[in-house]
């Protein structure tokens, strides 16, 4: 007599039949695609956060990009070929950068732990997107019309798709990596004086980690942002006697936190760090500022606008970190030049992914710094937008106030480029202010 199937057995059966058989399917093939994703977004942003952060402070970023796979999903198979195919490419495109971008460097640099296992398993999604999306889109190309006729068309379509994929895609793809990869890792102290390990804590419950050099004058600069860049001016300043701290911003290294390249709430890392040097024995309270470079500049900018605390900033190098600042430039040429659609974009999607509103015009803020001390300095052939924008902070602060153009200095270079007039102009601000 024949054995019986059990009818648990059969029903798993049945079930992965039916699994097999869609996956042999379109729609099939891309919900399997979509739903990796959107497992890999589930998991960053509420099964395993950032160290110091929790679930609630993902919804939107968590929320929005999963409800959107899920809802094309359900969709998908009612969507027109044309419409399905091309977010089934734009939504892989944006698997493969979040795998590679994220999973990837952070599985490179540390190893692969957390969410970076789900955020590899994207990448493959993300390729298994891309494609369906252009099996989708070559199977419904239209076959009416002359030739000739038919090819302009599509090549129309190609140039529409380009200009969709420069001016909207590619900005969101970038505001993605933005807000979710910052360094890794803890560069080695090259800092010509003794240092201590610290650890401070933020006004949003992070803890930061950095190096201390202790203070021989009783006044104390802030560098940032991290423990690399502003190693140079570090070692400049401890000549000279002053206390240098220097610490991983929020997301980045070992310290608590998303990441967030344009260093949106990175003021509260100053914050946090102007109340740890207020406690420390070796300097006077009233003897505490800051040199920022690149966005580190433009963190000091908003950092002094809201606090008396720190008396004079150097800011080096600051430009825009949202699409308020581009709109301050002047003509129309921005438009076009420097690309404020495109600019829009980024600032919406850095919105949407780093949980948070743009902070407030720099231009604003500058104007709210004095009686505080600033000193904006900017290369000669830095990027467009420190080019433009210095000066116009600079004429928006009032006094105190001193600006620099560096001859033949890059971007953050006016150490490299001039080192001697860069330590006397800089150590000589400080020291009116900070030792006076």
Known sequence: MGAVAHPATESRRAVAARAAAALRTEAGLARLGLGIVALHI??????????GTSAGDHLVSGLVPAGFFVLFAVAYPRRRAGLRGSLAIALGLLGIVIGVSEAGYYTREAGASGDDYTGLLA???????????????????????????RYVRRLLLTAAALAFALIVLF?????????????????T?????????VAFTTSDGLTLKGWYIPSKNRAAVIAFPGRK???????????????????????????????????????????AAVAFLQQRSDVDPAR???????VGGEMFIQAAAESDAIKAIVSEGAGARSVREDLELPGNAKWYELGIPTVAVLTTGT????????PPNLKYLASRIAPRSVFFVYGENGQPGEIDLNPIFYAAAREPKAIWEVPNAGHTGGIRAQPAEY??????????????
């Open 423 to 436: 330590e006397r102009r800089v150590v000589a601000f400080f020291d009116s202010v900070l030792r006076r």
């Open 171 to 187: 900005p969101f793809l970038l505001s993605y990596i933005y807000t979710h990869v910052g360094r890794a890792y803890v560069p």
């Open 42 to 51: 589930v998991d960053d942003n509420f099964l395993q956060p950032q160290p």
């Open 123 to 149: 990448i493959p999604a993300g390729l298994l997107l891309v494609g369906v999306g252009a099996v989708s889109l070559w199977r419904s190309r239209r076959r009416d019309g002359g030739l000739a006729w």
């Open 288 to 294: 505490i500022g800051g040199i920022g470079l690149s």
């Open 229 to 271: 860049g502003p190693q140079a001016p570090a070692r400049m300043l401890a000549r000279h006697g002053y206390g240098v701290l220097l610490f991983d911003r929020r997301g980045e290294g070992v310290s608590d936190g998303d990441p967030n390249s344009f260093g949106w709430k990175g003021e509260r890392d100053i914050h």
């Open 351 to 358: 919105a949407l992914f780093s949980n948070d509103l743009p």
């Open 189 to 197: 102290p090259k800092l010509g004086a003794a240092y201590e390990d």
